[in-house]
């Protein structure tokens, strides 16, 4: 069965430090990778995302993440995080494109707090 | 721009009630879902629509129903509601096959006492 692990529930930063966001999944296939970020009282939003290629992705806000299939991961990285980066990140599986992703599998969540 | 907007953003019901969440998009997407997030358990898909006229299940399906009768609007049902029900419901919906990417609305909240 596909399924999704994000390992830390809470990891805390100082601004200006790196950040690494864990993921790990269990998928049949080829998967397609997703990472998205959640603000407090805010819907979903998508920072980057992997189907094929180059297995280093650039997104949004300066994140990146790396596709590794021999670790199965698919971890999030930041060079140099902000104040405004302290939110909840969801890492995300979807089924092939055929079926129109109606088979999103979700990560429990990482939240992220950062320090001054 | 809209995009997703759901209501009701927050509501407290007693169990054994009906209750109607609603969501509509304006980008004329496809796919539109509904999760529910929970604490510790990320989000769930509870059902789906591929297209107008389509539903799906999801992986915690029971105790709902959607309908899709256009392209725009999906509301979700919960015919007698139950304390565990309790959760934030989100609702979002997609580009299709190409993109892969979800839009989600800004959740609706609902107590079920």
């Known amino acids: 069965a596909q399924s999704v692990t994000q390992p830390d529930i809470h990891i805390t930063v100082s601004e200006g430090a790196s950040l690494e966001l864990r993921c790990n999944y269990s998928y049949g296939a080829t998967p397609y990778l997703f990472w998205y970020v959640q603000s407090p009282g805010q819907g979903l939003q998508l920072l980057l995302k992997y189907f094929s290629g180059d297995t280093l992705v650039q997104g949004i806000k300066g994140f990146e993440a790396e596709f590794k299939r021999s670790q199965s991961s698919f971890n999030l990285r930041k060079p140099s995080v902000h104040w405004s980066d302290a939110a909840e990140y969801f890492c995300a599986v979807g089924r092939t494109k055929a079926h129109n992703f109606n088979k999103f599998y979700f990560g429990s969540g990482t939240k992220l707090n950062v320090k001054p | 721009i809209a995009g997703i907007t759901q209501a009701p953003t927050s509501q407290i019901l007693a169990a054994g009630r009906r209750m109607t969440l609603r969501c509509t998009q304006d980008?004329?997407?496809?796919?539109m879902y509904w999760y529910r997030q929970d604490l510790g358990l990320g989000l769930r898909l509870i059902h789906y629509s591929n297209t107008a006229g389509t539903t799906g299940k999801g992986e915690v399906p029971d105790g709902y129903s959607v309908s899709r009768a256009n392209t725009d609007d999906f509301p979700l049902t919960l015919a007698s509601a139950v304390p565990s029900q309790t959760s934030v419901y989100f609702c979002?919906?997609?580009?299709?096959?190409?993109?892969?990417?979800?839009?989600f609305g800004e959740g609706s909240r609902l107590t079920v006492l």
């Open positions: 979002a919906s997609g580009e299709g096959a190409d993109t892969g990417e979800l839009f």
């Open positions: 980008m004329r997407h496809n796919a």
